[in-house]
Nanobody, 123 residues
Framework: VQLQASGGGLVQPGSSLRLSCAASGFSLDDYNIGWLRQAPGHEREAVSCISSRDGSTFHRTSVLGRSTVSRGNARNMVYLQMNSLKPEDTAVYYC?????????????????WGQGTLVTVSS
């Protein structure tokens, strides 16, 4: 399994970023692709997820209304568009896999994740 996240960077509060995930080495019928994040001193948390079966999505409450998770034309590409970024969104963001069936799965249920991309929101 390979999961490559990209698109992070240093942005000012209120800005937008689009994170990309290139996933390979597994069956899309068996896993959903989601995004986890981990801020310094905090546990890893599930941010967003999209179902590989029906395209349904999940966003944690703190990003609801500010984030959109989507698939590319190639089903192995997943994107996380984040708008109105806040300093509390600062974290390493990981593209990750969770077994298909529950897009609301907590971070502990995810079984694979990649290297991550750092998002820093600061003025």
């Amino acid at each position: 399994v390979q999961l490559q996240a990209s698109g992070g960077g240093l942005v000012q509060p209120g800005s937008s970023l689009r994170l990309s995930c290139a996933a390979s080495g597994f069956s899309l019928d068996d896993y959903n692709i989601g995004w986890l994040r981990q801020a310094p001193g905090h546990e890893r948390e599930a941010v967003s997820c999209i179902s590989s079966r029906d395209g349904s999505t999940f966003h944690r409450t703190s990003v609801l209304g500010r984030s959109t998770v989507s698939r590319g034309n190639a089903r192995n590409m997943v994107y996380l568009q984040m708008n109105s970024l806040k300093p509390e969104d600062t974290a390493v963001y990981y593209c990750a896999l969770v077994r298909a069936g529950n897009v609301k799965a907590p971070a502990d249920d995810y079984v694979y994740w990649g290297q991550g991309t750092l998002v820093t929101v600061s003025s």
